[in-house]
């Protein structure tokens, strides 16, 4: 009876240690064919990964119009994401524009007879409050944040600065190509501000704020396409020309080499 016993349990032992066994393959099966899709996904994706590292973008970009733009409030405005408010900011400045320029308005005489119109309407509801009833007009306290001021001043002295900064290393005659972009680029706004008054300028560029990048935005593919053959024909021509004549200009020794 009791060798009987022994045998049952070491049967039973047995069909345990078997079905452990099938568990343990099963597992290691599911997890070497996970593992296995894994890879292939990791396959299937890089050659993707690879093709869109490859694709030409305007200007070098990395990143979505959205996030060039500051992927803020502005971002926001110039892309049209909310019509209302995009076409409100602009509407308001083609009115100022038209002021200013239709009707010959002047900043200082606009302001005045803004604040002239306020302050009496402002005024008049204060004190005719207590004779009709109705609660007189609430009127903000308006002060401007410490921060914020010292915070848009700090940045407006660091992008000039900078601008400063590669203005003083065109100068020194550190980088001829940049230098010739600088010197085309001048002359293009000294034609245009001879064309156009500088408030007409601001506008134009206003405009082209909320039209440009909100098109981009929509055929990026295309514009990107055609920039990659432009950009092509532009270094092949500019090879040609420094060829031809920029490398036959005389240079002068290195800054370094000139203050020893």
């Not at 899709?37 to 994706?45: G, I």
Request: charged content about 25%; glycine content about 4%.
């Amino acid at each position: 009876m009791a060798d009987h016993a022994g045998e049952h349990d070491s049967f039973v032992e047995t069909v345990m240690d078997k079905v452990n066994v099938d568990k343990l393959h099963v597992a290691h099966h599911d997890s070497s064919s996970s593992s296995d899709s894994e890879d292939e996904n990791k396959d299937t994706k890089s050659p993707v990964d690879a093709v869109k590292a490859k694709i030409y973008r305007l200007f070098g970009r990395e990143r979505p119009v959205h996030k060039v733009l500051g992927g803020g409030k502005p971002a926001e405005i110039f892309l049209w994401r909310d019509k209302k408010v995009s076409a409100g900011v602009l509407g308001f400045a083609t009115v100022i524009w038209a002021l200013f320029e239709l009707l010959q308005y002047h900043l200082l005489t606009l302001v005045c007879h803004i604040l002239i119109v306020a302050i009496t309407v402002l005024f008049l509801w204060s004190n005719a409050s207590a004779f009709i009833n109705t609660a007189p007009p609430q009127i903000p306290e308006v002060v401007l944040p410490r921060d914020i001021v010292l915070g848009v001043a700090s940045a407006l002295r660091i992008e000039m600065n900078r601008i400063l900064e590669i203005l003083r290393d065109i100068a020194s005659g550190k980088d001829l190509k940049k230098f010739l972009v600088v010197i085309l680029g001048l002359w293009v706004v000294s034609i245009l501000g001879n064309c156009w008054n500088f408030l007409t300028l601001f506008y134009i560029v206003f405009v082209l704020l909320h039209t440009v990048p909100v098109l981009y935005d929509k055929y990026e593919d295309k514009v990107d396409a055609f920039a990659e053959k432009a950009e092509a024909e532009i270094k092949k021509h500019y090879a040609v020309f420094n060829d031809q004549v920029l490398s036959k200009i005389p240079r002068g020794p290195p800054r370094d080499k000139r203050l020893a």
